[in-house]
């Protein structure tokens, strides 16, 4: 459960008015500034299965 506040995250015991989300994405970026880097991303399926989408590669990872 990720819980938000009104300016980013809150552990539970800080949430008093919690909203639960399900995270089907997260986004990663390498470099020292926005304008450049690189980007990849993980991916969850409706299966619960994750995968790491990097340029044209694809596989399939597990979190423990």
């Given at each position: 459960t990720v819980y938000f506040g009104k300016?980013?995250?809150k552990s539970p015991k800080e949430a008093?008015?919690?909203y639960n989300y399900?995270?089907?994405g997260v986004?990663?970026?390498l470099g020292k500034g926005a304008?450049?880097?690189h980007y990849y991303s993980y991916v969850r399926t409706?299966?619960?299965e994750w995968f790491k989408c990097n340029?044209?590669?694809i596989a399939?990872?597990?979190f423990e």
């Amino acid at each position: 459960t990720v819980y938000f506040g009104k300016y980013g995250f809150k552990s539970p015991k800080e949430a008093q008015n919690p909203y639960n989300y399900l995270l089907y994405g997260v986004i990663v970026h390498l470099g020292k500034g926005a304008k450049s880097g690189h980007y990849y991303s993980y991916v969850r399926t409706n299966k619960d299965e994750w995968f790491k989408c990097n340029d044209s590669i694809i596989a399939k990872v597990a979190f423990e």
